[in-house]
T-cell receptor, first 114, second 112 residues
Framework: DTAVSQTPKYLVTQMGNDKSIKCEQN?????MYWYKQDSKKFLKIMFS???????INETVPNRFSPKSPDKAHLNLHINSLELGDSAVYFC?????????????FGPGTRLTVL | KNEVEQSPQNLTAQEGEFITINCSYS?????LHWLQQHPGGGIVSLFMLSSGKKKHGRLIATINIQEKHSSLHITASHPRDSAVYIC??????????????FGTGTRLQVTL
């Protein structure tokens, strides 16, 4: 009965590879997000989708491409991985995009690029 | 300078102590969130405030919109409260987007 799930939990890969992280929410929420938490534990928004439509796209390299096949899923594909991409990536969802929408976070995916 | 500043950065307390974590922000906001990140990494939303005060168990969150300041209080602290507490604000004028800007977090350690 997990609300927001991510796979994999850990991902170790070589520089230059392409990898994907999957996120699914079973809360019936309309909006989903990807956040990056760096080594200093600072969280920053990357993308947000509302009903499969991209609504937030922060200054993120275009090697990162989110894909939302339906409103319950938001996957993150990363091309040509670099050392600086090592971080924990959190998916989140919220019931609405309006200013009072509480966000529910997934458990995170720890990406290590060697 | 970050738009959201938290203090202290690190806090050690003994079990039973009353704890206060502060958050100041420099921009107009429509809501403020307090999040808890467990040592295992999971993030839980504790409160979402747009005015006044909210209480949940031993946790109390207050916000003063005029002073651009919020506090998170923990009464009768316990070692299981040990975590990183993160303040996040939702900026005004983000249209239909519910974008959060985060503080750097306060690491709390409660000892026996």
């Amino acid at each position: 009965d997990t609300a927001v799930s991510q796979t994999p939990k850990y991902l170790v890969t070589q520089m230059g590879n392409d990898k994907s992280i999957k996120c699914e929410q079973n809360l019936g929420h309309d909006t989903m997000y990807w956040y990056k938490q760096d080594s200093k534990k600072f969280l920053k928004i990357m993308f947000s989708y509302n009903n499969k439509e991209l609504i937030i796209n922060e200054t993120v390299p275009n090697r990162f491409s989110p894909k939302s096949p339906d409103k319950a899923h938001l996957n993150l594909h990363i091309n040509s991985l670099e050392l600086g991409d090592s971080a924990v990536y959190f998916c989140a969802s919220s019931p609405q995009t309006s200013f009072l929408g509480e966000q529910f976070f997934g458990p995170g995916t720890r990406l290590t690029v060697l | 300078k970050n738009e959201v500043e938290q203090s202290p950065q690190n806090l050690t307390a003994q079990e039973g102590e009353f704890i206060t974590i502060n958050c100041s922000y420099s921009v107009g906001i429509s809501a403020l969130h307090w999040l808890q990140q467990h040592p295992g990494g999971g993030i839980v939303s504790l409160f979402m405030l747009s005015s006044g005060k909210k209480k949940h168990g031993r946790l109390i969150a207050t916000i003063n919109i005029q002073e651009k300041h919020s506090s998170l209080h923990i009464t009768a602290s316990h070692p299981r409260d040990s975590a990183v507490y993160i303040c996040a604000v939702r900026l005004l004028n983000t249209g239909t987007a519910s974008k959060l800007t985060f503080g750097t977090g306060t690491r709390l350690q409660v000892t026996l």
